[in-house]
T-cell receptor
Framework: NAGVTQTPKFQVLKTGQSMTLQCAQD?????MSWYRQDPGMGLRLIHY???????DQGEVPNGYNVSRSTTEDFPLRLLSAAPSQTSVYFC?????????FGAGTRLSVL | DAKTTQPPSMDCAEGRAANLPCNHS???????VYWYRQIHSQGPQYIIH???NNETNEMASLIITEDRKSSTLILPHATLRDTAVYYC??????????????FGKGTKLSVKP
């Protein structure tokens, strides 16, 4: 039981490049979400999903797309990376009232 | 969701109890108090949650005042590994799925030898 797995752990992009951050969970959780954390700040919600085929926007969705084709996977796509998207990204899943977080992806956009 | 107020930082001696306060004066009757912590730059880790009764698990105790306007997270015997940022979050529990969490800046707890 691996919990919530995020890949890659580190990534450097150039402005304008696109990429997908992967998130997978093996706990059969319906709810999954993506957060970003900037230095010295708390986490901010980007997008979330309450089940396969259902997604919705969080607090800071601009510049990001998500889809949920399976219960296990919830990828986050950066369409055209910008320096303002330099951050640490956390994926989480939840079923029984509290959330499990992945180890994070550290993204730098130059 | 109700807003929470936490001190930005606290120190605690190793082996002593760490008492982390949280004010949530606008909490609604159906909102729970959740505590998470984030060690260094790892993903946040769930600690404990409660509605109105005091709660205890293997990690910590949660004391909620009778009027529910404030709470205290207690780490009974703090170790150096408990050094982390602790987040107090107030949230309605939607049918077993916690829904979205709103993180503030939390309290940075430093446990010192």
């Amino acid at each position: 039981n691996a919990g919530v797995t995020q890949t890659p752990k580190f990534q450097v992009l150039k402005t304008g490049q696109s990429m997908t951050l992967q998130c997978a969970q093996d706990m059969n959780h319906e709810y999954m979400s993506w957060y970003r954390q900037d230095p010295g700040m708390g986490l901010r919600l980007i997008h979330y999903s309450v089940g396969a085929g259902i997604t919705d926007q969080g607090e800071v969705p601009n510049g990001y797309n998500v889809s949920r084709s399976t219960t296990e996977d919830f990828p986050l796509r950066l369409l055209s990376a910008a320096p303002s998207q330099t951050s640490v990204y956390f994926c989480a899943s939840s079923k029984q009232g509290y959330q499990y977080f992945g180890a994070g992806t550290r993204l730098s956009v130059l | 969701d109700a807003k929470t107020t936490q001190p930005p930082s606290m120190d605690c001696a190793e082996g002593r109890a760490a008492n982390l306060p949280c004010n949530h004066s606008t909490i609604s009757g159906n909102e729970y108090v959740y505590w998470y912590r984030q060690i260094h730059s790892q993903g946040p880790q769930y600690i404990i949650h409660g509605l109105k009764n005091n709660e205890t698990n293997e990690m910590a105790s949660l004391i909620i005042t009778e009027d529910r306007k404030s709470s205290t997270l207690i780490l009974p015997h703090a170790t150096l590994r408990d050094t982390a940022v602790y987040y107090c979050i107030v949230r309605v529990n939607y049918g077993g799925s916690q829904g979205n969490l709103i993180f503030g800046k939390g309290t940075k707890l430093s446990v010192k030898p």
